[in-house]
């Protein structure tokens, strides 16, 4: 079934006599795909205010429509969306409602927050079929409950988005890149070094064949400057300067190049910075890392229980292609928090049942 | 301001609920004393006063696990309290409350500068979290002004903000875990020193929550390294319509200023009488900050002067040293102190769509001139979070309600115009009642669900947040 507006979407849910399993743009197939697929095609910009650097849309928008509007205007989505279209070899589109429901958020989420930080506002439908709103078009609102925060990342198991906002953030007309090839092991000190200094890093990662690189942004002076300060701070690890032409760089860490097409079932752990080199060494497989070291991204031979392989660490993993349970296991307080909020939004069970365990 | 009926069996129980607590806690920390429980009447909204049936000042989580999970037994009213700076209300007793101080733990448990995080006691003072890095050139963030005195427990619950957050973010941006006691008495721990949550978002709905849903004693802050300067200008303009195109201007221009404050012509001639802080006479005025190194101050500073000058500004100041840059923060800062030399001075806390700025400001005019007090306009403009000052005399019969009618007014004013009724104050009991101009009844039915999982008796606080027809089934 495919809804184009929230009144279509109400009726689908009070309508629903089975699990429904919700779909954006189907580039996110991670965890149990159970039900009816119900598509969210409510699509399209019902706002966009540059000078105050907010916008709403559709829950069905594709994200490169939005990512379009914004960069006409010279402005951007803080957190730096990540396509995973290639890398779990799904094709479509993403959607900007996809991208909330799995909180996607890319290298300058050590800069500018998670996609949870930068939205403002969401309406969905909840498993009575009510529609319901929270947050708005401000940046700052503390009225009420933020469940703003709780349907992002809730992977469409709370309720059924049909609308977001969002802040923005001006587009920065100047990058430089910072490229050191040390190894794994050396890669989150010579990152936490990076992230750790003045000069407002908004990336830094680590990709196979590369070495770490870190990413400085904004106005051309102000660029020039602190990329050339921050090549100070890391010379012990003879830093290579680039300027634009280090972009891409960066698309291949959003979009974990080095992972596609290859071998064996695929992890992403959230960690501690410190710990993400000795987590990917654990996991012996092919790696990436992002967020200072923070986000592993790994294969591992098929079948691998990656946690255990992993084991001690603290955070938490995904497993995005696999047999394993896709969400990480929660503690029993904790999971009955979980299980009660799903048991009160979504009382009959219907939406993408099991997938978050 | 109507509150519930204590309940009168928790009131006939006092002595034993006392001796309860005193069987788990230290001596010293249980009061129930009324010329000591005076001490916790009310919080920065001084207007209303409750003295509650006891207060609890537990030093560890176990303390404080204890202590609600013998209040949840009893069927006992838990108020938590930071440090009691709300300027809404949201640590108010009641009168068959035990309110939960958490003063008492205010240590630094770890800091990690490799990770950026810090982890503390939630008693702690915001301003004492940075205290405890600075000498290393760390900082945290979110800086409500009343950060000497708040505590991050109460940061957390309210979500508080700050001058600095247009470019910082508030406290749920810059929160990475906490450990939450459940009205049950149980200890859970929700995040921690990595990204993003497992599963559910729990801590997003937490932060903000007032104190509704659990007690946070303990939180892991995200740090940030001290930038190498930060220089403020002082932008003077010949009406409020025209300050506000300009802040809309400098957004556009794609230039994030660490803060962008605005204040109105009573603002501005209070202060100066107040402090002598030798601001220009005009209409409005913008303080708008940059950080950085020299150069990229400057760089910034350039494109605002562009931007400005094209807005014929009655003046633009420079800071030339830290001597004018202080002297350019000394009137904001000061500003809520000078409106107080007014008269007794109520504060709203609505945002609005930076672009509703001008039609807003006048609005508030009308609304002053309509119920004929005096209102002074201080706020950060950068992200529309207006801080009205409406002037009146408590001691004048009937003023204190001509005065919350005026404020419901602009409140109002500021949903319609597209935002809300609380941008970094958060709700507590003094804008509950208008829960319902901003939501639908199901939209507030789903904040309650929250809430019925997290504390199935709304023992909790319960008289707070939602309009009390909204809760009145629940709160039993």
């Not at chain 2, 010293?28 to 609890?56: F, K």
């Amino acid at each position: 079934m495919r809804v184009e507006s929230e009144s279509q979407l109400v009726e689908a849910v009070r309508g629903a006599r089975a699990p429904l399993r919700i779909v954006g743009g189907g580039t996110r197939p991670v965890g149990a795909l159970v039900g009816d697929p119900l598509q969210v095609a409510i699509s399209g910009i019902s706002l966009y205010e540059p000078g105050a650097l907010t916008l709403i849309a559709g829950a069905g928008t594709p994200l490169s429509e939005i990512e379009a509007a914004v960069a006409a205007e010279g402005q951007r989505l803080p957190f730096e969306p990540a396509r995973w279209g290639a890398l779990l070899g799904a094709a479509g589109e993403s959607t900007i409602g996809g991208v909330v429901a799995a909180n996607v958020s890319g290298p300058r989420r050590v800069q500018a927050g998670a996609c949870r930080d930068s939205l403002i506002g969401v309406r969905f439908v909840d498993g009575t079929g009510t529609a319901v709103k929270n947050g708005g078009r401000v940046m700052k609102n503390v009225t009420g409950y933020d469940l703003v925060k709780l349907m992002a990342g809730s992977w469409g198991t709370l309720g059924v988005l049909s609308e977001v906002a969002f802040k923005l953030l001006p587009a920065a007309p100047a990058q430089a890149s910072l490229v050191m090839e040390v190894p794994l092991s050396e890669a989150a000190r010579v990152l936490a070094a990076a992230l750790g200094s003045q000069f407002d890093v908004s990336g830094a990662g680590w990709l196979p064949g590369v070495g770490a690189i870190v990413r400085i942004e904004g106005l051309e002076q102000s660029v020039s400057y602190r990329a050339g300060r921050l090549a100070e701070v890391l010379a012990a690890w003879a830093p290579k300067v680039m300027r634009e032409e280090g972009a891409g760089l960066w698309r291949d860490l959003a979009g974990v190049a080095p992972l596609h097409g290859q071998p064996g079932d695929l992890w992403r752990f959230s960690v501690k910075p410190s710990d993400g080199p000795q987590v990917a060494a654990r996991l012996g497989g092919r790696a990436v890392l992002d967020w200072g070291g923070g986000l592993v991204w790994a294969r591992v031979a098929p079948g691998t229980d990656a946690r255990k392989l992993a084991a001690p660490y603290a955070g938490h993993a995904t497993c995005l292609r696999g047999a394993c349970a896709a969400f990480e296991p929660e503690a029993a307080p904790v999971a009955a928090l979980s299980r009660g909020l799903r048991e009160r939004f979504d009382p009959k069970g219907l939406f993408n049942p099991g997938k978050m365990g | 301001m109507q509150m519930p009926l204590p309940s009168a069996r928790v009131l006939a129980e006092k002595a034993l609920i006392v001796k309860r607590l005193r069987a788990i806690l230290p001596r010293d920390s249980v009061i129930d004393d009324p010329a000591e429980t005076r001490a916790y009447e009310c919080d920065a909204l001084s207007a209303y006063r409750c003295a509650p049936l006891a207060v609890v000042l537990p030093r560890t989580t176990e303390e404080v696990a204890a202590c609600l999970k013998l209040c949840h037994e009893l069927s006992v009213p838990v108020v938590p309290r930071g440090a009691g700076t709300s300027l809404a209300g949201g640590s108010m007793p009641s009168a068959d409350a035990v309110v939960l101080g958490l003063a008492r733990m205010n240590r630094v448990l770890e800091v990690d500068y490799a990770n950026r995080f810090i982890r503390v006691e939630a008693g702690r003072t915001n301003l004492s979290v940075t205290g405890a890095i600075e000498g290393e050139g760390w900082f945290y963030a979110p800086d409500p002004s009343s950060q000497l005195a708040c505590a991050i427990a109460g940061n957390i619950g309210m979500n508080s903000g700050g001058a600095h957050c247009l470019k910082y973010g508030v406290t749920t941006n810059n929160l990475l875990g906490v450990r939450l006691v459940t009205m049950q008495g149980e200890v859970v721990e929700i995040g921690g020193p990595y990204c993003d949550a497992g599963g559910l978002d729990l801590l997003g709905v937490i932060c903000g929550s007032e104190g509704q849903l659990g007690v946070v004693t303990e939180a892991s802050l995200r740090i940030l390294r001290q930038p190498e300067g930060a220089r403020p200008v002082l932008i003077g303009f010949s009406s409020n319509e025209v300050a506000g195109a300009c802040v809309a201007d400098i957004i556009r221009a794609g230039i994030l200023p660490v803060a962008i404050e605005f204040m109105d012509r009573p603002c501005i001639e209070a202060t100066e009488a107040f402090c002598h802080a030798g601001y220009p006479d005009c209409e409005a005025l913008l303080i708008v900050e940059c950080e950085g190194s020299q150069a990229e101050i400057a760089e910034q500073l350039d494109l605002i002067r562009r931007i400005a000058t094209a807005h014929d500004p009655v003046e633009f100041r420079e800071a030339q040293s830290p001597e004018e840059a202080k002297r350019i923060w000394l009137g904001r800062k000061s500003a809520f102190g000078a409106m107080g030399q007014k008269g007794d001075y109520m504060c709203l806390d609505g945002t609005i769509p930076v672009s509703a700025l001008p039609m807003v400001l006048r609005r508030i005019g009308e609304i002053s001139r309509d119920f004929g007090l005096e209102v002074g306009n201080v706020f950060h403009a950068g992200d529309g979070n207006m801080h009205p000052l409406i002037i009146y005399n408590a001691n004048q019969p009937g003023q204190q309600e001509l005065c919350e009618r005026m404020g419901a007014e602009i409140l109002k004013l500021c949903v319609e115009a597209g935002g809300c009724l609380t941008g970094e104050h958060g709700v507590g009991i003094e804008k509950r009642d208008l829960m319902a101009v901003q939501f639908a009844p199901e939209d507030l039915e789903a904040q309650m669900r929250v809430k019925d999982v997290f504390d199935p008796k709304w023992l909790l606080n319960a008289a707070k947040v939602f309009p009390l027809q909204a809760s009145a089934s629940r709160r039993g």
